[in-house]
């Protein structure tokens, strides 16, 4: 089993800037791939950016690209999301997501292990 504790969100005006953080206790392995999804009042959970324990290239929703940027600490097994260049439309609830394997996936059902949530509200 992982757990998964998020942090970091709040209230902050567009074109600010916030840095969200997911830290991941497990009982045995460390997670693998892990990634924010984020789902807005009356919309559909959508993903938003993963990365692997593994290296490599992380992957981004085309809707962030250049404006969000994830991270990961393995040795605090956490993973953090700077979230530059905010837009009213980024407001949501923002979820952290994990999978004991790598491997990345835009799909939630992907994901076995999910943070209650943190919320993100951009005002215009």
């Known amino acids: 089993q992982v757990q998964l504790v998020e942090s970091g969100g709040g209230l902050v005006q567009a074109g600010g800037s916030l840095r969200l953080s997911c830290a991941a206790s497990a009982d045995t392995s460390s997670p693998g791939a892990m990634g924010w999804f984020r789902q807005a009042p009356g919309k559909e959970r959508e993903f938003v950016a993963g990365i692997n324990r593994s290296g490599g290239t992380p992957y981004y929703a085309d809707s962030v690209k250049g404006r969000f940027t994830i991270s990961r600490d393995n040795a605090k097994n956490t993973v953090y999301l700077q979230m530059n260049s905010l837009k009213h439309e980024d407001t949501a609830v923002y979820s952290c997501?994990?999978?004991?394997?790598?491997?990345?996936?835009?799909?939630?059902?992907?994901?076995?292990?999910w943070g209650q949530g943190t919320q993100v509200t951009v005002s215009s």
């Open positions: 997501a994990a999978r004991l394997l790598n491997g990345l996936s835009s799909s939630p059902q992907f994901y076995p292990f």
